[in-house]
């Protein structure tokens, strides 16, 4: 019967006040929806098939979630033209993503570009998002750094050039490299941070001449990566100053929050794949799931994908709400949900034998999905180095 | 319908017009509980007439938060935790009418404390194969007859104070195991039953042996129906585990907040390793904390089930990791214990005392209330619905299985 402080914002809260972690009956049917068409149309041997092919992204499926089910809007506000939900309902959006390894560029356009142009405010082209006419990129590297709180621009590797004789005044001219840009290939209109004081973001047409958009290989095919190059580009600036810079470290935080959602579906998928597994798979005249050895450890990675779905809960309900303790919650949401994912993918290439370690089974793209989206936006432990800061747990000074 | 908020409010005019007629001051102690009780103020959740108005649960923490701040005596929960945490929630569910008249009230005030007879020498993980015989009696006094039970409890915390004992007894040898138990409220008191401190490597006795001799119970303090034993049992090992893993705490509490506060006091004991320790273990506690809100929001309406498990296990790492880690950066006090005499505290407290006792204590939480491979493998069977091991125990009579 301790109290710590008073709820009487609306009384139901306990004292040490948690937003609700469930998911609501909107988000539920939200969920259905979205699994389904993934299931129609992002089953495992289609991925497969797209990455075996070289054309990871799968340009008419993002076309039917963004507009024709309006998952590209759901951030923006319905006076934009968006659904005028929240973070809470892209997450939901993003579990089933990973669940499926889909090839769509989800969370770089609907969630980072959206919400850096939230952000800056720019109602022309978050218009074009939410109706699934245009895909955005933010161009920043996707290993990123963790977002942290009051980050600011630093050495930004895109350097601007004043506007040239017979020039618009605002106009300006971007010159650089951003390596390693996820959602790149696939989108019409890049978000650039350019260098300089004060730090400005413009939008850049992909498609303009002096843009080199140069796919590499990236270690998780599902998700594209490319070094986009910009020569003498010119760009239009959507955001300046604290508006730029507050734009891209939201944009960065809410991408790692919400990709903590999806390494959780990832996740979630590994466990509920292996289940199913060694329910069947038969040695010794006994289901190998009968052996107390794999119990444990699936109770194990069950544990994990539990606690990892009340952190990924607790960063959307964050996100969504504007609350305070945001950068805490997506720092506990990305590490545990990173760390969950990679457990869970590991325990299904080796609970599944020999089939697991095969190009044949999709054991290794949800293995490549969750290892890669632990290492993006920031890896478990720069999360927890953040943390550590943000909670008043200083490392020892150095010597 | 009344919302949330409506309800709350309702709620908290209730406490005001309560403190207004029933000065905290003046009362005696127990005279100001039983009125709160009486008031349906206990645990709102619970169904009225029995202390609570059949309200969720989730709105009994401003209840209690407004109790305290009008400097009103608390049931000291940490001393009847079994009987709020275990007994209780059974009594609700399996109890008659007049049991829960009988019991709930002197339960919830602290006037009659309970504990648990489950566990025995000889069943421990395997608790469905205890020995403590209950026999059935013809005609004893009370309607119905009674029963008189033999046998040996152990690790039975709180004994030395109880009123009441939860008791699980087998009264049918020649079923197979499961099917041959009953579950009694037990009255401590009588005759037959003996207590004895049984002391754990901590130095103190927190638990008990208890020796069962021919110990009265009357059939109307039998819970549940004759061979439903383990049924009943059940919704009690749930609630335990909700009991020991589920707490609602504020970010830091627990034994999270005891290494994070060290680590603030003494920077000069800061190492890289340890500092890598630490904000592992706080994200973990915090993440948690996180799941068992999830988990008791889930709940607010519904009984315990398996997922509870994974809390306890959680529960269990971190508070032996915890301890470990305060331990170790105890420096040259990490040496020292502070004590290694026979106590019998009265409440239990996993966060008391010095780091010693801290990492000893720790070592049994991953034992008590289902040792984390047990509970492994109900989150495997139940939750995950994988098949069991193959069993020879589970379909021969009782009395022929090897011993």
């Not at chain 1, 750094?145 to 980050?151: F, T, Y």
């Not at chain 2, 026999?135 to 033999?150: I, K, L, M, N, S």
């Not at chain 2, 939860?166 to 009588?190: C, E, I, N, S």
Request: glycine letters at 12%; hydrophobic letters at 45%.
């Amino acid at each position: 019967m301790t109290a710590t402080k008073d709820s009487d914002t609306d009384g139901t809260r306990p004292t040490s006040a948690v937003p609700d972690l469930r998911y609501s009956d909107a988000e539920e049917q939200l969920r259905a929806v979205v699994r389904d068409l993934l299931a129609d149309r992002s089953a495992w041997p289609a991925v497969l098939a797209g990455v075996d092919a070289g054309e990871a992204d799968d340009a008419a499926l993002w076309h039917t979630l963004a507009a024709d089910l309006g998952c590209a809007g759901l951030l923006i506000d319905e006076s934009r033209g968006g659904a005028g939900a929240s973070y809470r309902e892209a997450a939901v959006v993003a579990e089933e993503t990973g669940r499926a390894a889909a090839c769509v560029p989800y969370l770089t356009s609907a969630v980072m570009a959206t919400t850096a142009l939230l952000g800056a405010g720019d109602d022309e082209l978050l218009g074009a998002l939410a109706a699934g006419r245009l895909t955005a990129a933010l161009a920043v590297g996707f290993a990123g750094p963790p977002p942290a709180p009051g980050a600011r621009a630093g050495s930004w590797p895109v350097r601007v050039a004043r506007p040239e004789d017979g020039e618009a005044p605002g106009a300006a001219r971007l010159t650089g490299t951003v390596g390693g840009v996820a959602g790149a290939l696939a989108a019409d209109v890049l978000l650039v941070p350019g260098d300089g004081v004060p730090l400005r973001l413009y939008a850049v047409d992909a498609t303009a001449a002096g843009v080199t958009r140069t796919p590499l290989v990236s270690l998780d095919a599902t998700r594209p990566l490319a070094d986009v190059t910009l020569d003498r580009v010119p760009g239009r600036p959507v955001a300046t100053g604290e508006a730029a810079a507050g734009a891209v470290a939201a944009a960065l935080t809410a991408g790692a929050g919400v990709l903590a959602s999806e390494l959780f579906g990832v996740a979630e998928q590994c466990l509920g794949t292996t289940v199913t597994y060694v329910k069947e798979r038969r040695q010794f005249a006994r289901p190998v799931g009968s052996f107390q050895a794999l119990k444990h450890r699936l109770a194990d990675v069950w544990i994990a994908v539990t606690q990892a779905r009340a952190a990924a809960r607790y960063a959307a309900a964050c996100l969504t709400a504007g609350d305070p303790d945001t950068p805490v919650a997506v720092a506990l949401a990305k590490a545990a949900c990173g760390e969950a994912a990679v457990l869970a993918a590991q325990e299904c290439v080796q609970l599944h034998g020999g089939i697991g370690f095969t190009w044949e089974h999709p054991a290794h793209l949800l293995l490549k999905r969750a290892k890669s989206g632990s290492l993006a936006l920031g890896t478990p432990d720069r999360h927890r180095a953040a943390l550590a800061a943000l909670v008043d747990l200083p490392p020892p000074a150095a010597e | 319908m009344l919302t949330g908020a409506d309800q709350a409010a309702g709620l908290r005019q209730q406490v005001r017009d309560f403190l207004a007629g029933h000065d905290p001051a003046a009362l005696p102690r127990l005279d100001f509980l039983r009125a709160r009780f009486d008031a349906g103020l206990a645990w709102v959740h619970y169904p009225a007439g029995l202390g609570g108005q059949g309200l969720p649960r989730a709105l009994q923490a401003a209840v209690d938060a407004d109790f305290a701040a009008a400097g009103a005596p608390d049931n000291n929960p940490a001393r009847i935790g079994i009987g709020l945490g275990m007994a209780a929630p059974t009594i609700l569910a399996y109890g008659s009418e007049e049991q829960q008249r009988r019991w709930l009230r002197p339960l919830w005030t602290g006037e009659e404390v309970w504990c648990q007879l489950f566990s025995e020498p000889g069943a421990g993980s395997d608790l469905a194969g205890l020995a403590t015989r209950a026999v059935r009696v013809p005609g004893d006094g009370e309607a119905g007859g009674g029963w008189r039970v033999t046998g040996q409890k152990v690790w039975t915390s709180i004994a030395h104070a109880a009123r009441w004992g939860l008791l699980l007894a087998r009264t049918d040898p020649d079923v197979p195991k499961h099917a041959g138990l009953t579950y009694f409220g037990l009255d401590m008191t009588g005759h037959g039953v003996e207590v004895r401190p049984l002391r754990q490597l901590t130095g103190e006795a927190e638990f008990n042996e208890v020796f069962l001799t021919d110990a009265a119970v009357a059939d109307t303090d039998r819970i549940g129906g004759v061979g439903e034993g383990w049924r009943v049992a059940q919704a009690t090992l749930m609630n335990e585990r909700i009991a020991i893993g589920g707490g609602a705490l504020p970010r830091e509490g627990g034994m999270v907040g005891v290494a994070a506060n060290a680590w603030r006091e003494h920077p000069e004991a800061r190492t890289p390793g340890l500092h890598d320790r630490l904000i592992r273990l706080w994200a973990d506690a915090e993440v948690a904390r996180l799941a068992g809100a999830r988990l008791r929001q889930q709940l607010a309406a519904g009984a315990p089930g398996p997922e509870g498990s994974a809390a306890k296990i959680v529960f269990a790492r971190l508070n032996q990791e915890l301890s470990a880690f305060d331990l170790e950066f105890a420096g040259p006090g990490g040496l020292r214990y502070d004590d290694w005499t026979l106590r019998r505290p009265e409440a239990l407290s996993f966060f008391g005392r010095g780091p010693g006792y801290r990492y000893l204590r720790a070592r049994g939480n991953s034992i008590e209330g289902g040792t984390s491979e047990i509970l492994r493998n109900i989150i495997a069977e139940r939750v995950l619905g994988l098949p069991a091991e193959p069993r020879t125990d589970t379909r021969v009579p009782w009395k022929d299985l090897p011993r």
